[in-house]
């Protein structure tokens, strides 16, 4: 499909750089087929049924955003001044101290070259891929790489928030949800970013429960489409796990009339990539570059709660897939047009799948 087929226009406004307090106040679009209602987050327990099951993504934000600079090289003017400042966004771990990260100004890096931060870190660049990643090993690894993270990092807010405001405590806790418990993502699972202990309550005084996954999101989530036709994309793989017994809820909540609504499209993908033709859902551990657009059957999902998203960009895309393209460009314009706030901090969507014959 072409990607323009995916574009629209947003004022600058709506972009969200607080999320709502508390954070079940935000407002939540519910779009079913050409129909939308305006609620609030709160309201969700009242739009899903008795034997429903939530599933968030439990992965933890980590301090992926590094400042250092490059050591200078040996034949540099001065070889012991500092070299070019550069700034790593991790990506993907490839092994106890090897990461997958985008580096600014990557052209600034060559193979063999070092970056040195605060703390005693640096990182040597193994690799130079597509698209930007750079392989950096570090001089730490395991736990104590992690640890020097949480010292010389910062949460990795999205460019469109970073760009309008610094970053600073207050994101420490606005920028992690209340299932995070794992280690190993780069950006939010930011429909998870709502839920509060009342909301929780709610959810399961009404009988629906919560499942747990995994899907540790990477910085290619910001990577605009660059590509004119969907089919020339190519998506970056993330790391994902479902256990056994998330799974066995999952078959026995389906087996009884249940509905299964992942909470944000990170846990959509693992669970689509999970599950099988016949709608099975297994256990799984491993990479995911699942690429969901308009066409796609979907296996495992009833629903969707999710944000807004990015104009042509994959998840706009997947959003597209399950609940009808020309239903989410009415839905994007009625949110534009009424002030709900985009974005990772913004409001949210609860969509039903379009119908087909």
């Known amino acids: 499909m072409r990607v323009d087929l995916f574009d629209f226009d947003l004022p600058d406004e709506r972009i969200a750089l607080r999320p709502a307090n508390p954070r079940d106040a935000a407002r939540l679009l519910v779009v ?23 599933v968030v993504n439990r992965t933890k934000v980590i301090p992926a955003r590094l ?18 400042a550069i700034e790593l966004t991790l990506h993907k771990r490839q092994a106890p101290d090897c990461w997958i990260s ?17 703390h005693g870190l640096s990182a040597h660049v193994e690799n130079k891929g597509d698209g930007g990643a750079v392989t950096f090993r570090f001089s ?58 009342n909301l929780i309550t709610g959810l399961k005084d009404a009988g629906i429960s919560i499942a747990e996954v995994t899907l540790h999101v990477g910085a290619g989530t910001f990577l605009p489409v ?15 796990s479902i256990s056994e017994e998330t799974a066995a809820l999952l078959n026995e909540t389906r087996a009884a009339g249940g509905r299964i609504i992942p909470v944000g499209t990170t846990s959509l993908r693992i669970l689509e990539t999970a599950t099988s033709e016949a709608g099975v859902v297994s256990n ?27 104009p042509k960009s994959t998840l706009f895309m997947l959003v597209s897939a399950l ?23 913004g409001d949210a969507c609860l969509l039903w799948p379009e119908k087909t014959s």
């Open 32 to 54: 079913k087929g050409d129909s939308r209602t305006d609620l609030k987050v709160h309201d969700l327990p009242g739009q899903l049924k008795f034997g429903d099951v939530l």
């Open 67 to 84: 400042h250092g600079h490059r050591r200078p090289r040996p034949d540099a003017l001065d070889p012991s001044g500092l070299g070019p």
């Open 102 to 118: 985008f580096a600014k100004p990557g052209k600034r890096l060559a193979l063999g070259d070092t970056v040195e931060f605060s």
């Open 140 to 197: 730490k690894g395991g736990v104590d790489l992690d640890a020097a993270f949480a010292e010389v990092g910062e949460m990795p807010l999205p460019p469109y928030i970073a760009s309008k405001r610094v970053v600073d405590d207050q994101d420490l806790a606005d920028y992690q949800t209340l299932f995070a418990q794992s280690n190993g993502s780069v950006a939010a699972p930011t429909a998870g970013l709502h839920f509060t202990p």
């Open 226 to 240: 660059k590509t004119d036709n969907t089919d020339e994309h190519v998506m970056h793989s993330e790391w994902g």
């Open 284 to 310: 799984f551990a491993g990479d995911t570059d699942i690429f969901i657009t308009p066409g796609y059957r979907f296996k495992a999902v009833d629903g969707l709660l999710t944000n807004f998203h990015l």
């Open 323 to 345: 609940a009808g393209l020309e239903n989410m460009q009415a839905a994007y314009k009625h949110a534009i047009d009424t002030e709900y706030r985009f974005y990772s901090y």
